[in-house]
Each structure stands twice: as structure tokens, then as C-alpha cells.
């Protein structure tokens, strides 16, 4: 994202840095209002997944993971943390 402030003036940056500021604190404020969230739970008779083996589309393919994956050996596909 720097090469996005190279057209950005210094006033500009400012304003920018102001503006999100007063939105994030803004946010926060009204973020610390909501209070305690409770969960709630649904509890149905019946199930309205199918859960047969016979479920179309539930499948993994193993290939195709694999060749959207940048970096894999044989059995893995390997994963570097915080790599963005």
C-alpha cells in the first residue's frame, strides 16, 4: 500500500490519518456500549443438513488444492505464518 502515498501530499496524508482516527474512535465508542453478548442456541427436531455419505459436494479434492497451492511437497502444502 506505500506506493499509494507517493501521489498523496503531506496535507492530504494528515487529513487521511484524522479522518481515520476519528472513525476508528468513533467505533470504538460505540463498540464499548454494546455490553456483554450472549450466545443463543437453536436446537432443532430434525437436522436439515444432509449427513448421508452420498452428499454431493462435500468432498475434498486433494488435486486441486494442491495446484492452487504455492509451496507443497508429495503430502503437504506448506504454510508460512503472517507471510502476507
Known amino acids: 500500500m506505500d ?3 507517493h501521489k498523496v501530499s503531506e496535507k492530504e496524508k494528515e487529513t487521511i490519518k484524522k479522518q ?3 472513525i476508528m474512535d468513533g467505533f470504538s465508542k ?6 456483554e453478548l450472549k450466545e443463543s442456541f437453536i436446537e432443532r ?3 436439515e443438513r ?3 455419505d452420498t ?4 468432498e475434498i479434492d ?3 488444492m494442491f495446484e492452487n497451492a504455492p509451496k507443497k511437497n508429495k503430502d503437504f502444502i506448506i504454510a ?5
Open 3 to 5: 506506493f499509494l502515498w
Open 30 to 35: 460505540k463498540l464499548s456500549k454494546v455490553g
Open 80 to 84: 508460512e505464518r503472517k507471510s502476507w
Open 45 to 47: 427436531d430434525e437436522c
Open 55 to 58: 452428499a454431493k459436494g462435500c
Open 50 to 52: 444432509d449427513e448421508s
Open 20 to 22: 481515520a482516527k476519528e
Open 62 to 64: 486433494k488435486r486441486k
